[in-house]
């Protein structure tokens, strides 16, 4: 019981995004999986769906970095800092690659992929400059951030070269992938962040 009352401030928050960012990966998913079906007409309602992954998602997003906020006093903005200028560079260069070295057309979901593992690097990093993660901890908050983005974006450069319904499935992947990562990191810090 101590440590979910020593779940407050800062910490509280990031594991309340992360839950958010669980509601929109299945939202998402369910949005995906009525709305893109093959050869079958998409049923109505499925605009709940997507206003809950929307709703969801930049809930989470702004709570993520609400509870960075929180905890900056203690966290190291170098390091934060650091973190949001290598999502930017990154986030352009693989705009740049995918686009024009691979042909990819540019889709929201590259944006998504971007702004999603950055804020995931820069929540897990800030709890661990800040002392509420340990080491190993935070290694597995960035391994599993590192996983996550890697399977949207072979994902991502796989969509439009695939017939529709290996497309469809594929597609499913990294919404699927996300929410458990999110849950995932979310009991990291619910469990094993430091007192």
């Keep these: 019981m101590d440590r979910w009352q020593a779940l407050e401030g800062g910490p509280l928050l990031v594991v309340i995004g992360e839950v958010l960012l669980v509601v929109c990966s299945l939202s998402y998913l369910v949005w995906w999986t009525i709305t893109y079906r093959p050869s079958v007409r998409a049923p109505p309602g499925g605009g709940l769906f997507l206003a809950g992954a929307v709703l969801g998602g930049l809930g989470g997003l702004v709570l993520l970095a609400v509870g960075i906020a929180a905890l900056l006093p203690k966290a190291s903005l170098l390091a934060l800092g650091a973190t949001i200028v290598g999502g930017m560079l990154v986030g352009a260069l693989l705009l740049h690659v995918t686009s024009s070295i691979a042909h990819r057309p540019v889709t929201t979901e590259l944006p998504l992929i971007i702004v999603w593992s950055t804020m995931q690097l820069a929540a897990g990093i800030t709890l661990w400059t800040a002392g509420a993660l340990r080491a190993p901890a935070a290694s597995a908050w960035i391994a599993a951030t590192a996983i996550a983005t890697l399977v949207g974006l072979a994902c991502y450069l796989l969509f439009y070269r695939l017939n529709p319904i290996p497309a469809y499935w594929i597609g499913m992947v990294p ?17 094993t962040r430091i007192p």
């Design 175 to 191: 919404l699927a992938v996300d929410g458990v990562v999110a849950a995932t990191l979310a009991g990291i810090v619910a469990l």
